[in-house]
């Protein structure tokens, strides 16, 4: 939009509100009120605005697809953009042994990886001068300082922290970056079209414009474990680079730890939910131990917390019990004693009388998967040397034990040391090997439209057989799935609302004309039951006109888990939905079909259809399930559809959102 000159008359708030909807579709509403807020403080500092044009006001509002909108009072509440002052550069004596570090994190992953990054190279003695967003550093790049970037990829692109750093980096000139010294360690899932996209752009586009990479850029497969990759990549790069031989934990704890608050530097931005219903949707005989349990929750939310359907909800879980015991059985601590913090790393609290139980319970991953260098301090401890010979078999490269045994088993450190008894390691280097306990995801299965005070969540509770060869009895429970299904009617616990980048049902302007396909596996439903239950309260309380949806599901059997059958059955019957079933033990009900890319490929016809008519298309499964049934998408448009390959991946790379875990 073009600025007025003075004295100018016309109507400005039209072109306003259409740019305002146009960032809102394309980048969310908070960057679109950001942006505006930007444009109307510009305005009101340069001109005296007047609504000479009050009737074309009054029907530009009533237009838009948000009439709560109110130009005026976004002019009112608008600021300006602080200015950030550019990176203190430390004196000659430091300037050696000095760094920043900026994340560009979405679900946290990153930026839990940058701040401990942080907390490790200060107690190495680095002086880190400054641990913040990408964002935080437009504008700002020194050419003093190295430059550590730690970033996610979402679809293809920046993480939301990390998008005014991606604008700014395009639109640098060349040589701008002349001096520069960096690295980018990339996180992302692995097999995928746009795997570590954006953190690779960001290493060719830095040295495009004259950075150097002081480090071999890093990458951690979230497929496997990116926490592993990260801290290989620093043990072989990092700290070489800054002549540091550092223990393979670079944090201590040291015991003799207060109010159960995670430290800052890994808090969330939650408050405490209410359990309103928890109750069992599949049908299995309990002697089935191959199949998962589903469960569906309702939760009460706190008051002034909102969410959009096909958002997540963010869960503090506490570890199993199981895990919790074995924990204190291992280091014979009497549920009576307490712990006194003395140093908490970046793990723990300082200062106050703790139990050992609530230590456990609440503050690290008892059950993560144990990292070379946790082995390596392990091995230090063991008495036998029959028990170091075992612990370096490990540590072997070359014979790939490492990921047979440990890896492809999830092997934790507790459980190392329960099949060593002899390694004697004390409490307090243990705490200091394990991360600290980090949040749970989960999509949410509900619309807010008809009840925006409550959400719900449909989960699968992880229970199996450890593939340790330890002891008999020995279950693996999965954290949060394990603390959600033990949570009864008015139990509390502490959740936040996470945005999904992308993952939305087409807007009020294109919900008319455009098609969706779903696709989905077991509790990947779980959005997908939102976006039906939305369609519904439209059609039901605004006569809304919607285009076809179609929803593919994988299970296993056609009434043992067939997850809310009840409801989608209804919303078939009420022309909402067509639903397509793959049954895994029950093909026969299934056309044949036995995983859900099957029944995709099975339907291909009526899968061109939607594709002709731009259909938007959403998956949500597991990774495998993510490739095969894009595979399938690709040899529909292109045997049926007869599109370029070029064409294919436009599609693919437009129409197609994800929500794939693995």
Known sequence: MQLPQPGQTGDFATPLLEAFLQLEAKHGRDTAVKEANLLLTSLLLRFDLKPTAAKNYSNAIAKS??????????????????????????????????????????????????KRLKAEAESHNLNVVECGTLDDLVDRIPQELPV????????????????????????????????????????????????????????????????????????????????????????????????????????????????????????????????????????????????????????KLPVGMKYTTGDYLSVKPVNPKESVKRAMEMFKLDFNKVLRIRDGGLVLPVGKNISPWRVFSQYVELGRL????????????????????????????????????IFDNHVSPLDILEKYPDIEVDLCTFLSILPPLECRRYSISSSPLGNPGECTLTYGVITAKAKVDLR??????????????RMENEFTFDVGVSVSEGFRLPGEADREKTPIIMICSGTGLAPFRGFVQERAWLKEHKNAELAD???????????????????????????????????SRETRKSEGCKYVQDRLAHDKKEVQTFLENEAMIYICGSGKVGTACKDVLRAIMENEMKYPQHKIEEVIETKLHEDVFD
């Open 65 to 114: 697809r948000s009439p709560e909108l109110n130009l005026r009072m976004l002019a009112a509440q608008a600021v300006e953009e602080p200015i950030r002052e550019p990176i203190k550069i430390p004196g000659e004596k430091e300037l050696g042994k000095s760094l920043c570090i900026f994340y560009g994190s979405y679900t946290k992953t990153c930026e839990t990886l940058a």
């Open 148 to 299: 550590i970037i730690i970033t996610s990829t979402i679809h293809g692109g920046p993480p939301p922290n990390g998008k005014s750093f991606d604008k700014h980096l395009k639109e640098l000139k060349p040589e701008s970056l002349k001096g520069v010294n960096f690295t980018v360690f990339g996180s992302g899932f692995g097999k995928r079209e746009r795997y570590q996209k954006n953190a690779r752009y960001i290493v060719s586009r830095m040295k495009e414009l004259g950075a150097i990479p002081i480090i071999p850029p890093g990458e951690g497969n979230a497929d496997g474990s990116t926490r592993r990759d990260f801290a290989l990549w620093k043990k072989d790069h990092f700290w070489g680079h800054w002549g540091i031989n550092p223990p393979p934990y670079s944090t201590s704890v040291k015991l003799t730890v207060e109010d159960p608050k995670i430290d800052p530097d890994f808090a969330y931005d939650l408050k405490t939910g209410q359990v309103l219903n928890n109750v069992v949707l599949t049908k299995f005989d309990t002697t089935d131990t191959k199949s998962a349990v589903k469960r569906h929750i309702t939760i």
């Open 370 to 405: 144990a990292l070379d260098d946790d082995i390596q301090i392990l091995a230090r401890f063991a008495k036998s040397q029959e028990t170091k010979d075992a612990l370096a078999r490990y540590l072997d490269k070359e014979n790939g034990s490492y990921e047979k045994e």
């Open 472 to 485: 008999e009895d020995l279950v693996y429970h999965g954290v949060a799935s394990t603390f959600l299904s």
């Open 549 to 583: 949806a179609l929803l593919f599901i994988g299970c296993q059997d056609s009434v043992k888990d067939r997850l809310h059958a009840d409801e989608l059955d209804k919303w078939q019957s009420d022309g909402l939905v067509k639903l397509r079933y793959a049954f």
